[in-house]
């Protein structure tokens, strides 16, 4: 049995926020290849090879766990996954729109809210989370996690603001329709959460089996098969219609230690990707009787680091003072909901 310790747990998903926030940076050394050409390369590491890889060298009887596991389980997670392909475009697409720090706040946000309520009232398990001992300081947690992720896309309206008074029509920060996308993938990223709730059986099997801390991983590759799936189909034929499929090959004329070090940066940006979620696994099942917030402090440890990755790539860097300030309020308010959230389940699992 796996001793309760959410100070770890969290620990584990700052990491995982961290692998998260900066998945994407990796697609800026991509030269050559159109974005499609990129993301199936990555969607190929984050969704097939990193998990199948992490489901064999972690969990025992890793094949013989799936193939125990009903049929209903593993076409609800895989669907719900699938479901989730359509957000992961919208979410890449919206980074390219309005940047790193405001793609994550909308999109990420709205996951966290959504991905975390949403399965309790499913398993009809809300009233019961909320009535145990520590959850009332866990919820005052998560409603300041909403107030910071509120104040952070406030400060990224007012940076639109600073870069149009700067840049004029050369602003190429597109509010509207990057808002739109990173909705879009808000929404559907909190069905990814739902797709790993809906394979919960398939980990408790491998807890059975010997699995250890490790029993997230043996459900992972259902839910992330769902997502390559979509995205496959998507941009295969978006690769025909728009005649890109032959950037892998040399018929494209670009050049062979190019093409290689483009497939390097795809393969470590969906390596990140998965990252993320191999750390939340870990952090997951540290939270003891509190699992439930593991979403939701994930999802706001991606909107804190993504911001820090924001500052790093200057994406901030002619913002008025006033803009920065309030930028720094909620990365305040955030940490501090990180540290609240945690307080409560140390308390609740005393």
């Given at each position: 049995?796996?001793?309760?310790?959410?100070?770890?747990?969290?620990?584990?998903?700052?990491?995982?926020?961290?692998?998260?926030?900066?998945?994407?940076?990796?697609?800026?050394?991509?030269?050559?290849?159109?974005?499609?050409?990129f993301w199936l390369v990555?969607a190929l590491f984050a969704?097939?090879?990193?998990?199948?890889?992490?489901?064999?060298?972690?969990?025992?009887?890793?094949?013989?766990?799936?193939?125990?596991?009903?049929?209903?389980?593993?076409?609800?997670?895989?669907?719900?996954?699938?479901?989730?392909?359509?957000?992961?475009?919208?979410?890449?697409?919206?980074?390219?729109?309005?940047?790193?720090?405001?793609?994550?706040?909308?999109?990420?946000?709205?996951?966290?809210?959504?991905?975390?309520?949403?399965?309790?009232?499913?398993?009809?398990?809300?009233?019961?989370?909320?009535?145990?001992?520590?959850?009332?300081?866990?919820?005052?947690?998560?409603?300041?996690?909403?107030?910071?992720?509120?104040?952070?896309?406030?400060?990224?309206?007012?940076?639109?603001?600073?870069?149009?008074?700067?840049?004029?029509?050369?602003?190429?920060?597109?509010?509207?329709?990057?808002?739109?996308?990173?909705?879009?993938?808000?929404?559907?990223?909190?069905?990814?959460?739902?797709?790993?709730?809906?394979?919960?059986?398939?980990?408790?099997?491998?807890?059975?089996?010997?699995?250890?801390?490790?029993?997230?991983?043996?459900?992972?590759?259902?839910?992330?098969?769902?997502?390559?799936?979509?995205?496959?189909?998507?941009?295969?034929?978006?690769?025909?219609?728009?005649?890109?499929?032959?950037?892998?090959?040399?018929?494209?004329?670009?050049?062979?230690?190019?093409?290689?070090?483009?497939?390097?940066?795809?393969?470590?940006?969906?390596?990140?990707?998965?990252?993320?979620?191999?750390?939340?696994?870990?952090?997951?099942?540290?939270?003891?009787?509190?699992?439930?917030?593991?979403?939701?402090?994930?999802?706001?440890?991606?909107?804190?680091?993504?911001?820090?990755?924001?500052?790093?790539?200057?994406?901030?860097?002619?913002?008025?003072?006033?803009?920065?300030?309030?930028?720094?309020?909620?990365?305040?308010?955030?940490?501090?909901?990180?540290?609240?959230?945690?307080?409560?389940?140390?308390?609740?699992?005393?």
């Open positions: 049995m796996i001793v309760p310790n959410p100070i770890l747990g969290t620990g584990f998903h700052a990491i995982g926020g961290v692998a998260a926030s900066s998945c994407y940076t990796p697609e800026k050394k991509v030269k050559q290849w159109s974005w499609g050409t990555q969704w097939i090879i990193v998990p199948l890889l992490a489901g064999v060298f972690t969990v025992p009887g890793f094949f013989d766990i799936l193939r125990a596991t009903s049929s209903k389980v593993i076409w609800g997670a895989f669907l719900f996954g699938a479901i989730y392909g359509f957000g992961g475009m919208s979410f890449g697409l919206a980074i390219k729109k309005i940047g790193f720090s405001l793609t994550y706040t909308i999109a990420i946000g709205l996951s966290a809210v959504i991905g975390t309520l949403v399965p309790l009232f499913i398993n009809g398990t809300f009233e019961s989370y909320f009535s145990q001992h520590g959850s009332g300081i866990i919820a005052f947690g998560m409603i300041l996690s909403i107030v910071g992720v509120t104040i952070s896309g406030w400060a990224g309206f007012k940076k639109e603001e600073d870069l149009k008074q700067l840049q004029g029509n050369n602003n190429q920060f597109k509010m509207f329709s990057g808002m739109l996308l990173a909705i879009v993938g808000g929404v559907l990223s909190a069905v990814f959460n739902i797709s790993l709730e809906f394979g919960q059986p398939i980990a408790d099997l491998a807890a059975e089996r010997g699995a250890g801390i490790f029993e997230q991983n043996a459900k992972m590759i259902v839910s992330t098969a769902g997502c390559f799936a979509t995205n496959l189909v998507w941009f295969l034929i978006a690769g025909i219609k728009h005649k890109t499929l032959k950037e892998f090959t040399a018929k494209s004329g670009i050049p062979t230690i190019q093409r290689l070090k483009n497939f390097g940066w795809s393969a470590l940006a969906g390596t990140l990707w998965f990252g993320q979620f191999f750390f939340y696994g870990l952090g997951h099942v540290r939270m003891g009787k509190f699992q439930f917030i593991s979403w939701v402090l994930h999802m706001s440890m991606l909107i804190f680091f993504s911001y820090i990755v924001g500052v790093l790539l200057k994406e901030w860097k002619q913002v008025s003072k006033g803009t920065s300030i309030l930028l720094i309020c909620g990365l305040v308010i955030l940490v501090a909901s990180f540290v609240i959230m945690t307080w409560g389940s140390v308390i609740g699992n005393g």
